[in-house]
């Protein structure tokens, strides 16, 4: 079924918009932009932070929506930075955490951590930057792999179908694949040992509710019995309750 974007509010009244209502509680999908990897002995790019929940929303409220970018690779020797921050409301996830590589050998902190430098040691960035509960990531490894939702070293993410698909998000990167992270699912990139890395998959913000349209923004869809609103576009916006 193809996406009914409520930008207008003539497309919002012909999917059925009941707003006006009381407050109602979403399902939320918050998905921050993974890490790039690095070039020179480079470690891989750490996931963006994943994190999911339910949230009462006023009618009338404005909340805001950020996608955050994935970050990309830059030159021999130098460090990629860290993915950008999503935000939905109150809650927000951390980007990825940027690997080490042969000059600046440790990974960085981030929603998951960046890996260690690929070879002589390097240390991964600790994961879970926003110190939340659950946490949204896990560390990097030494040597090599970013961190991902489910494991430090392993680099696993996790399965959603908010969306009405089952997606893995937050998977961090591969040591020496180059591999770049797909958009909207906040995979950090391959780190390479002398070629060119791969750069961050960027975040995704989803919010799911039971029932007709109530609020506008983003891409909005039935799915089953919800109603689901779908950011996948970088940058600032909202969610109109």
Same mark, same amino acid.
């Given at each position: ?20 209502? #009381? ?42 929506? &950020? ?33 080490? !590589? ?13 890996? #260690? ?45 908010? &969306? #009405?698909?089952?997606? &893995? ?17 906040? !995979?950090?990139?391959?780190?390479? !040992? ?8 960027? #975040? ?22 919800? &109603?689901? !609103? ?12």
């Amino acid at each position: 079924m193809p996406l009914i974007s409520t930008r207008a509010a003539g497309s919002a009244r012909a999917f059925g918009f009941q707003g006006g209502k #009381g407050p109602y509680d979403v399902t939320f999908l918050v998905v921050a932009g993974g890490a790039a990897g690095a070039n020179l002995s480079g470690g891989a790019g750490g996931a963006g932070g994943y994190r999911t929940s339910t949230f009462t929303v006023s009618p009338g409220e404005t909340y805001p929506v &950020t996608v955050g970018a994935g970050s990309s690779t830059v030159g021999s020797g130098n460090n990629p930075p860290n993915g950008s921050n999503s935000v939905f409301g109150p809650f927000t996830s951390s980007g990825g955490g940027r690997p080490g !590589h042969q000059n600046n050998p440790a990974g960085a902190p981030g929603g998951s951590g960046g890996g #260690g430098r690929d070879s002589g040691g390097g240390s991964g960035g600790s994961g879970n930057a926003g110190g939340f509960t659950p946490p949204e990531g896990s560390n990097g490894s030494p040597g090599g792999n970013g961190g991902g939702f489910n494991g430090t070293g392993t680099g696993a993410g996790e399965s959603n179908s908010i &969306t #009405g698909s089952a997606i &893995t998000y937050s998977a961090g990167g591969n040591q020496r694949s180059g591999s770049t992270g797909p958009a909207n699912q906040g !995979h950090g990139g391959g780190g390479q !040992h002398w070629a060119t890395a791969g750069p961050g998959g960027s #975040g995704r913000v989803v919010i799911s509710y039971e029932g007709p349209q109530r609020g506008t923004g983003g891409n909005v869809s039935p799915q089953g019995s919800n &109603t689901v !609103h779908d950011y996948t576009s970088t940058g600032d916006s909202s969610f109109v309750a």
